[in-house]
């Protein structure tokens, strides 16, 4: 019995808050409506009294007709169940909303991302910056009344490509001059980057929060220096760059500086339609490209309330597990890089991740941007071939592979030490941070959103959830491998059991028709949970795309992990976090 | 013992080794290289030892399903001349997600309907992503998905916007890439076509 099912007056929450909160009760949207200056108290009630500790989304909505912007929070108990979402109204002019950092530390990031792309200001937030974009940035590009530098329209499909075809490339317009602006009184010749000294005052701030007094440094014998890993760093998996303070060897804080890959992923996402947004949910986490179409394909057809049919579900289910494999192949042999063990097993494991690369190009037609997904199905239907090809490969040679790559790192003294005791989030840190996936899972919290809120047909097929208790390094390298293996015994029961039949509902529409409504679909993609937060209007547009990116929000914990660490280590932990640019920048 | 662990993941990186060589041995006198038949056998679930292609000698053959860059379909008609499939109904410049295709339709300067072949069709190579919506929601399956990955030019200013006749290839230059997809199309329009004879005889 959950909340959800009990009529509204006799809703607990609302009872308690009686008028503070109220229930949100427009067409097809869910939760709570708590008043800003309710929402601390509410909070705390949610996570300490109702047990709902892990903060999984925070996002922002402008709803511009109404003049009001919305910050929307999705919670869930680590224990499994729905989520408890709730929301907060403020004016679109004085947009100011009270930090949850001090009750949910996961929230941090994605409060910068709501305050760097829509403006909502949130009071009482350690470190409230730009993150994503830079601070000679003029706007919050979110707010629906804001326009990219080649704007054409506000949706697709543009006018101009049919039916008179005047063709033209984006370098013939003019690239700067009218297409850019600066805040007032910017010069960009004249520009001195006042960012990088906030970024060095928020580092010092966070030592001095942690240290607990306001002037550690003169207590040191040595001074303290900072230094700059990144963005150009080989091991940093793209351009991702992490401001360290040293104490000689030893790390006392750290901040990553991240966006430069971003492109508002999310900002496109609202100029297309439905259907055009599932190639682009390729490219947020470019190795598993499969079950990003899988998250975006759960909000929409829930929004739709449509279903896709059993074989369709297995099919996705194999897909979704084997990328699962390739991510997970692929962060281990990255991460040995990382330790220094240059290539050879990276390599080993690449050559198995090419076979299932095989197997996704022969049914999607691309090896990484497999574009497979459509609402209510799929593209096309899994061939014989294909099929006879993943049996042999699930069955036949990935179990005796992955043993190999057991025996071959597991007891390596070198991976031992590097990585036992190295990075550690406990587990009450690893939920207060938001981490997912494998990172939370290997601080001892069996959380894994295919067991504790199961989409798709994940509860019929028989698998454990990987834990391991430590939290650091090696354990999240173990997890991985025993992560591997699971996912093995689930593609084995799925291509055992497929049945026959259509691979999708109805005719393929490129025009979906999503009534108007609100939807949050969660995944449990290879590196945490992936969420789609999705607001249509009834246009063929949404109004509201957001991603809850794991590989973003799993970062909220690095300073924590790294603290009290060497600085050689820095880079073997952010190798266990496993991160991909494309998703964290978006 | 501390070390054990590292010399048996030797022994892995071992094997390795040697399992190449041993594949070596065995296709002694057939060519582990250079030949289709070696190429699959290293590529597929059997392989052992170094999975290297070398490209360009060799080239991994693509499966019918791969996608790379869309073309435009015409039917060539026994005098020789060309009829394109494309009937410039915009559906495919309306589903493109990065908005890449422009159509230019026109229209007969004496009825003023439209034209049905597109005047011309121009598709930014740059841009495209690649994601084969236009292939696959295209009603007349004028548009498809080219196996031709090796498009690399000297000057993208120049050459990066294709046009309708660097984008035309035969019907027949499709069969020969998708078989099967020709043959269940084929089939499709057979069968459609068929139903519509039946109806008009009623």
Known sequence: MTEETKTKAEDPIVARFKDQVSMDDRQAYEGYLVKPENLIEFARTLKEELGYDYLSSVTGVDYLPDEKLEVVYHAYRTSGGPAAVFKVQVPRAEPVVPSLVPIYPGADFQEREAWDLLGIRFTGHPDLRRILLWEGFEGHPLRKDWREAYFEEERKPFKNRWPEGNVYRVEDKKAFGKNVSYPDEFTPEGWVPEGEQSLYAALEASEQIRSGNGNGREDELGEEVVVNLGPQHPSTHGVFRMVVTLDGETITSLKPVMGYLHRNHEKIGERNTFLMNMPFTDRLDYICSMSNNFGYALAVEKLMGIQPPERAEYIRIIMAELTRIVNHLWAIGFLLNDLGAFFTPALYVINERELILDVFEAVSGSRMMCNYFRFGGLARDLSDDALQKIKEIVNNRLPAKVDELDVYLTGNEIVRTRGEGVGVLTAEQAIDYSAAGPVLRASGVAYDVRKADPYSIYDRFDFDVAVRPNGDVYDRYLVRIDEIRQSLRIVQQAVRDIPGGEYQTGKPQYQVRVPAGESYGRVENPKGELGYYVVSDGKPNPWRYHVRAPSFINLTGMEQMCIGQKIADVVAILGSIDIVLGETDR | ?202
């Open chain 2, 1 to 202: 013992m501390f070390g054990m662990g590292l010399i048996k993941g030797l022994g892995v990186t071992l094997k390795h080794f040697i399992g190449t060589y041993i594949d070596d041995i065995r296709w002694l006198g057939r060519g582990r290289y250079y030949n289709e038949q070696a190429l699959e056998q290293r590529q597929g679930p059997k392989a052992r030892g170094v999975f290297t292609v070398q490209y360009p000698e060799e080239k991994l053959p693509v499966p019918e399903e791969f996608r790379y860059i869309p073309f435009l379909l015409y039917e060539e008609n026994e005098d020789g001349t060309h009829q394109d499939r494309c009937t410039s109904c915009g559906i495919c410049a309306k589903v493109c997600p990065p908005q890449c295709i422009w159509i230019v339709r026109s229209n007969d300067p004496e009825t003023g309907r439209p034209v049905p072949e597109p005047t011309d069709f121009f598709i930014d190579i740059d841009i495209c992503m690649n994601c084969g919506l236009c292939a696959e929601y295209c009603p007349f399956d004028a548009i498809k998905m080219d196996h031709d990955y090796e498009l690399a030019s000297y000057d993208r200013f120049q050459h990066h916007i294709f046009n309708k006749e660097r984008l035309s290839k035969p019907v027949s230059y499709y069969a020969q890439i998708r078989p099967h997809n020709y043959q269940r199309e084929e089939q499709e329009r057979a069968e459609k076509e068929a139903a519509k004879a039946a109806r008009r005889k009623e």
